[in-house]
């Protein structure tokens, strides 16, 4: 594609009482070249494609289960015990279901532009970590909660 716009502009004054702004001329008309990202449809089926085969073999998906089914399934389970299933809200894929210290909890998990992140209406939103993979999500998470334990060993409930 490209984009034509005018060059260098000269701010000139005007003794006009009816023009409050400065005059804007142009010298002459240059044209940039701008490249559009179009968006690969390839890319987003063989990424989805790859995450559902390693959730398949991985244990951790549980498929088309409800969030109620979910929820009787990690009741009685130790806290951080999680699965990943199908999201029942038609604009998201997949859905984690843990076992917190007030019980069982889901958060969607956003894909976009090639990315997966868990969904947030918080103002932290933009600052939650995506991720090429559904499991590199998962082991950051996993990760983080096994790290804190470390450090604050008094925190863990048992």
């Known amino acids: 594609m490209i984009l034509c716009v005018q060059g260098p502009a000269h701010l000139q004054d005007t003794a006009d009482p009816m023009v409050r702004f400065p005059v804007v001329t142009f010298s002459s008309p240059r044209c940039i070249h701008a490249t559009v990202t179009l968006w690969d449809p390839s890319k987003d089926f063989r990424s989805i494609s790859n995450n559902f085969s390693y959730l398949d073999a991985s244990g951790w998906y549980w498929g088309a289960i409800s969030a109620s089914e979910a929820h009787s399934v990690l009741q009685g389970a130790?806290?951080?015990?999680?699965?990943?299933?199908?999201?029942?809200?038609?604009?998201y894929m997949l859905t984690l279901s843990v076992k917190t210290g007030r019980g069982p909890t889901n958060v969607r998990i956003e894909y976009s532009l090639g990315r997966f992140r868990l969904d947030s209406s918080s103002p932290a939103r933009s600052r939650l970590q995506s991720f090429p993979d559904v499991p590199s999500l998962v082991q950051h998470y996993v990760g983080s909660r096994n790290k804190g334990e470390e450090e604050k060993p008094e925190s863990r409930i048992t």
């Open 78 to 91: 130790s806290e951080g015990t999680f699965l990943i299933r199908d999201s029942s809200h038609p604009l």
